[in-house]
């Protein structure tokens, strides 16, 4: 086994003697269909520290949206548990960042606007809350353009925006369901940047998924891989590079040896019956 790949799987367990900040326990997803019972995830199970960012890779269809939801609240499970902090999860927390493919800002909101909406939902907006909203958009480099309207922006913008909404209201934990899949390349890679900037100053729990190995490499401390449905937890792969992260690192001989590994345990995921 090469060194890279030795590293990241002899580190795939969190080594701490802090309780888990998240766990997801015999957590199990059957969605009832005119053909009968479809298992969609099958007993998933794992734990997450505090500011940990984990990527979720796996197969098309192989529930990894689905499991997002459920740690959301916005799923019921089937069977099993979720907790986070504590508490276990019962439904939506207004507390949660969430982060989706489609920025859905509101058309008729400017970006500023936009950014501070959840917190007008929950109890309405302070000078701290004005504050936050200027150093975010000023991190992503939009504090320029607070005024300006969705259509006024790029895809890569808007994307920005929806980070900085998710990321108001100081979130206990960050869900993320492939929101950088709808951009080309470039775009991508800025937003992978901003990102992990943002990451580096604010170290939010974080639960990142992606059909992108490389992207999945590049920003998490952990990936886990799910197989094919019904899904399981196949493999737990810590992430032995040191942060902040930047995009040089893909050139290395290290991260693409891991991004090999993740490929061949995603490939034996297609082909599991």
């Not at 520290?49 to 990527?55: I, Y």
């Not at 902090?85 to 936009?114: C, H, M």
């Not at 901003?194 to 639960?207: M, N």
Request: hydrophobic residues 40%; neutral net charge; proline residues 5%.
């Amino acid at each position: 086994m090469d060194a890279a790949i030795s590293t990241a799987v002899s580190g795939a367990a969190p080594v701490t003697d802090a309780p888990p900040y998240m766990s997801v326990q015999r957590v199990q997803k059957i969605y009832e269909t005119a053909g009968g019972a479809v298992e969609a995830v099958s007993l998933a199970d794992f734990t997450v520290t505090s500011g940990e960012f984990v990527a979720v890779l796996g197969p098309s269809g192989c529930g990894k949206s689905t499991l997002m939801m459920m740690i959301g609240g916005l799923e019921p499970t089937s069977a099993g548990r979720i907790r986070v902090d504590g508490a276990e999860i019962t439904g939506p927390r207004a507390d949660f960042g969430y982060i989706f493919q489609d920025a859905t800002l509101l058309p008729w909101k400017s970006v500023l606007d936009n950014v501070l909406f959840p917190i007008k939902l929950e109890h309405g907006r302070t000078r701290d809350h004005l504050e936050r909203a200027r150093e975010l958009l000023e991190l992503v480099g939009l504090w320029d353009f607070r005024d300006k309207r969705p259509r006024q922006l790029s895809g890569g913008m808007r994307q920005r925006v929806a980070i900085c909404r998710g990321l108001i209201n100081d979130p206990k934990l960050l869900l993320m369901d492939e929101p950088f899949s709808a951009l080309d390349a470039i775009s991508r890679d800025d937003m992978n940047a901003a990102l992990a900037d943002l990451w580096d100053r604010y170290h939010k729990t974080a639960i990142f998924i992606t059909h992108s190995i490389r992207e999945a490499v590049y920003l998490a401390d952990r990936v886990l891989v799910m197989s094919r449905r019904p899904s399981v937890i196949s493999h737990d792969v810590r992430i032995p590079f040191q942060r902040p992260r930047r995009m040089a690192m893909q050139e290395t001989a290290e991260f693409n040896e891991i991004c090999g590994f993740l490929r061949r345990k995603i490939e034996e995921g297609y082909q599991r019956a």
